[in-house]
């Protein structure tokens, strides 16, 4: 059983649409992330979740905004994407307030 | 900004121990150490984390010197499935994970 599932894997789009990317996990867990990482590799948090709760809100162009539906889910809803939105997407949760954290396989967004 | 140092790269032959240094001369009295690895396209894996003891699980041993300023991630036999990125991390105050650049370890053959 997947831990930390994200769809899609693989996300091609133009400038300017709008796209989420979903992420679940079955641990249990009360928190849950979201991370980019560009493509120079440098992995850096966007947001984080406790119980449905934005507690960590990253300097993220107000385009990008995390929904959590339940504790279980946390999705990423882009708008107007831009070039510089490529980038690998990874959701991750943990125990709250524990940093031992599980990641997602992580979504390729690529913006044409 | 991460508030640790680590080499860029490092090479370790297959079934020999990989130790990994990193140091974080500015932590605070109760700032764990985090230790994760990022497979080539997989997202990053939690592998180990201290505060002042050494620490060891089925993945990893981590040694912390005793004033806290550097520790050593050490993979005891090393397989060619531990290629990987490797991060040391000490969480900032807001208890979020920095992550650097990290140490590339390239296990050959």
């Known amino acids: 059983d997947t831990a930390v599932s994200q769809t899609p894997k693989y996300l091609v789009t133009q400038m300017g649409n709008d796209k989420s990317i979903k992420c679940e996990q079955n641990l249990g867990h009360d928190t849950m992330y979201w991370y980019k990482q560009d493509s120079k590799k440098f992995l850096k948090i966007m947001f984080s979740?406790?119980?449905?709760?934005?507690?960590i809100n990253e300097t993220v162009p107000n385009r990008f905004s995390p929904k959590s539906p339940d504790k279980a889910h946390l999705n990423l809803h882009i708008n107007s994407l831009e070039l510089g939105d490529s980038a690998v997407y990874f959701c991750?949760?943990?125990?709250?307030?524990?940093?031992?954290?599980?990641f997602g396989p992580g979504t390729r967004l690529t913006v044409l | 900004d991460a508030k640790t140092t680590q080499p860029p790269s490092m090479d370790c032959a297959e079934g020999r121990a990989a130790n990994l240094p990193c140091n974080h001369s500015t932590i605070s009295g109760n700032e764990y150490v985090y230790w994760y690895r990022q497979i080539h396209s997989q997202g990053p894996q939690y592998i180990i984390h201290?505060?002042?003891n050494n620490e060891t699980n089925e993945m990893a041993s981590l040694i912390i010197t005793e004033d806290r300023k550097s520790s050593t991630l050490i993979l005891p036999h090393a397989t060619l499935r531990d290629t990987a990125v490797y991060y040391c991390?000490?969480?900032?105050?807001?208890?979020?994970?920095?992550f650097g650049q990290g140490t590339t370890l390239q296990v050959k053959p």
């Open positions: 991390i000490v969480e900032d105050v807001a208890g979020k994970l920095i």
């Open positions: 201290g505060l002042k």
């Open positions: 991750a949760s943990s125990r709250r307030s524990y940093n031992e954290q599980f």
């Open positions: 979740y406790n119980n449905k709760e934005l507690i």
